[in-house]
């Protein structure tokens, strides 16, 4: 199972969600790959307590290497670092992802992520890829290679702005180049429940027929704390109502995905 979580709006929560999304499903015991495709890294440092500047070895070095003829070429399993927590791995972004992608856009290695992920199928349960704030080369290269995307929103006007811009893009790549692509659903974030605004803004996109999914996400100084320990929240403070959350959420997405597989099987 793999899912590409996207916004083109920046602070939507894009990174912690996925993140802690692959965390809660490490912890049940799946083997999960987070793929950071933004280049900031913020999900590469959240994982790794680490820049990914640091690191050598990063999906740029995959990209980088299909531009370029080699002989020893690294399979992309070897691009994938281990983190501090079981049953959760992680294929590193790098800021060379900025550079590389004029080059790859023009040579149109679009298909290529699709392929190098197809290989890895095998050995993990689910895959979380996070994806830049633009519907970049990677975004699309990424939503070409899923079926499932999931959307952050962070209740107010320009996340809604945003949002129907992704389901248009989203539907015109279906399209073109993936036609099993779908909208999983929709991910409430940095929810207030005694806030007027954000439950009239939910009720009103839930009645126009958007998926947004029942459990949401409110907002906590834990997230924040759980950034600078890097350690997912879920982890760092397993016993909070935030980590609960995403338990709930997991859950489910993860039953919601299991009767589509078997209907689907009828």
């Given at each position: ?255 919601s995905k299991q009767a589509l597989t078997e209907l689907e099987s009828y």
């Amino acid at each position: 199972m793999l899912r590409v979580i996207f916004n083109r709006k920046g602070g939507v929560g894009k990174s912690s969600i996925t993140c802690n999304l692959a965390a809660v499903s490490a912890q049940q015991g799946q083997r999960t790959l987070v793929v950071d495709l933004d280049p900031q890294g913020n999900s590469t440092h959240y994982l790794l307590g680490k820049p990914s500047a640091d690191l050598r070895d990063t999906i740029a070095t995959f990209f980088d290497q299909t531009l370029n003829f080699s002989f020893d070429k690294k399979q992309i399993a070897d691009l994938v670092y281990k983190t501090p927590f079981s049953n959760l791995d992680l294929l590193p972004s790098s800021p060379l992802l900025g550079d590389l992608e004029h080059k790859l856009e023009s040579r149109y290695k679009i298909y290529k992520l699709r392929d190098a992920l197809e290989s890895l199928s095998g050995s993990y349960d689910r895959i979380f890829i996070d994806t830049p704030p633009a519907l970049n080369f990677y975004t699309r290269s990424a939503l070409i290679a899923t079926d499932s995307c999931l959307i952050p929103f962070d209740c107010d006007a320009f996340s809604v702005e945003a949002m129907y811009f992704i389901m248009e893009a989203i539907q015109e790549i279906k399209e073109d180049h993936n036609q099993k692509l779908h909208i999983e659903g929709i991910i409430a974030n940095h929810y207030h429940a005694q806030a007027r605004h954000p439950r009239a803004l939910i009720a009103s996109l839930i009645e126009e027929g958007l998926p947004i999914l029942p459990v949401y996400l409110t907002t906590s100084v834990k997230m924040r704390e759980s950034h600078q320990l890097c350690k997912p929240v879920v982890y760092a403070f397993p016993n909070h109502k935030l980590s609960k959350l995403f338990g709930e959420l997991y859950q489910v997405l993860d039953t919601s995905k299991q009767a589509l597989t078997e209907l689907e099987s009828y």
